[in-house]
């Protein structure tokens, strides 16, 4: 069965751009027009991917996407007319994948669309061992990271940016290295790993694993080579 797109925007005729777009590609689709109806959709359709306009009525999509990695690891593209560097950076550190700034085309949407799916879907299919580092676990075959076998909550590319690290402890990589191996298909600033770092780092933490991700100065980060 193909993907099940959840397109959440508030201005009717854009909707039935994207949506149109995404059928065009053999994509399922819903809509939704506030954030309310986003969350009622969200919960009820289980989609494959969500397209999430930032500006709605009733709750913002940040509030959405909030809600959404509260719960799991669902894909989500923000679709924003804001284009200031630090609106972008926001979203991505509460969570999502990639944003596009209107106005766009179409076709650049699909585009994102394809690489978020394509890259969550190798996730699910790579049959990798687990890969250790201390106490840190991470499985990409079950897409899940463990600190002493508590699961830790992550999104997709705080997940992919754990593993490329994971794949070498010890190693310094810089934000360019990761960002190519998190987000390939993007066009997202370097500083954003930065942010999905400091959530990757909170999250070792909280679980147990202080010190494991540092910040190697002038170049970027590294996982400890802890054995």
Do not use: C
């Not at 924003?80 to 944003?99: K, S």
């Not at 500083?191 to 070792?204: E, N, T």
């Not at 909280?206 to 054995?227: M, N």
């Amino acid at each position: 069965m193909s993907a099940l797109i959840l397109i959440v925007e508030d201005e009717p005729q854009l909707a039935e751009i994207l949506e149109a777009y995404a059928r065009q590609e053999g994509y399922r689709t819903e809509r939704a027009g506030d954030g309310f109806a986003a969350l009622s959709a969200y919960r009820v359709a289980s989609p494959d991917l969500i397209l999430l306009d930032i500006m709605l009525p009733g709750k913002s999509g940040l509030e959405v996407l909030k809600t959404v990695r509260a719960d799991g690891g669902t894909p989500v593209i923000l679709v924003t007319a804001r284009a200031e560097e630090t609106d972008q950076i926001v979203g991505l550190e509460l969570g999502a994948d990639d944003y596009v700034v209107k106005p766009f085309r179409p076709r650049e949407v699909m585009a994102r669309v394809k690489a978020v799916l394509r890259r969550a879907s190798a996730a699910l299919d790579d049959a990798e061992k687990p890969l250790r580092v201390g106490p840190l676990e991470v499985d990409r075959r079950a897409v899940i990271a463990r600190v002493n076998g508590q699961a830790l909550t992550l999104t997709p590319a705080e997940f992919r940016l754990l593993f490329h690290l994971a794949e070498s402890p010890g190693r310094a990589f810089s934000r360019e290295e990761l960002l190519a191996a998190a987000l390939p298909d993007s066009d997202a600033l370097e500083r954003v790993v930065d942010a999905h770092l400091a959530g990757v780092r909170r999250k070792l933490d909280s679980a147990g694993a202080p010190g494991l991700l540092r910040t190697v100065r002038g170049v970027g980060y590294r996982l400890e080579a802890v054995s």
